[in-house]
């Protein structure tokens, strides 16, 4: 039938027509709802590496965050401790010259208690 009618409209239009056959079109559906389930499938997928990426560079900017208040922190405790080795030296001289003064007492005492004695 449909044959019949195309060989007709050749003769009156001189046009030719094709007929797609019903399971082509279907092929071609099918193949056309197949491509846009993996669209979207890529599309979720594509969307959840993005998040990814997101939290990682979030992550970057806190840990270079971070390393930089490290940093800051390590310059001052670095100062601390200088501060702290040059009052332990002060202290140390300090206590060798209180040391020295005992001696130096304990020294001047005897001798006073000698000369007392002796005097």
Not at 84 to 108: C, K, N, W, Y
Request: aromatic share 10%; hydrophobic share 50%; net charge positive.
């Amino acid at each position: 039938m449909s044959r019949h009618i195309a060989e007709t409209f050749l003769r009156r239009e001189g046009r030719n027509t094709y007929i797609t056959s019903a399971a082509y079109l279907e092929l071609v559906r099918s193949y056309s709802c197949l491509m846009r389930l993996k669209q979207e499938e890529i599309m979720v997928t594509k969307l959840r590496y993005l998040g990814g990426l997101n939290k990682l560079m979030f992550a970057a900017e806190q840990v270079r965050y971070f390393v930089s208040a490290v940093s800051r922190m390590l310059c001052l405790l670095v100062t601390v401790m200088m501060d702290a080795g040059i009052i332990i030296f002060m202290m140390s001289v300090v206590v060798e010259t209180v040391q020295q003064a005992l001696l130096d007492f304990r020294f001047v005492s005897v001798k006073f208690v000698i000369w007392r004695k002796n005097g």
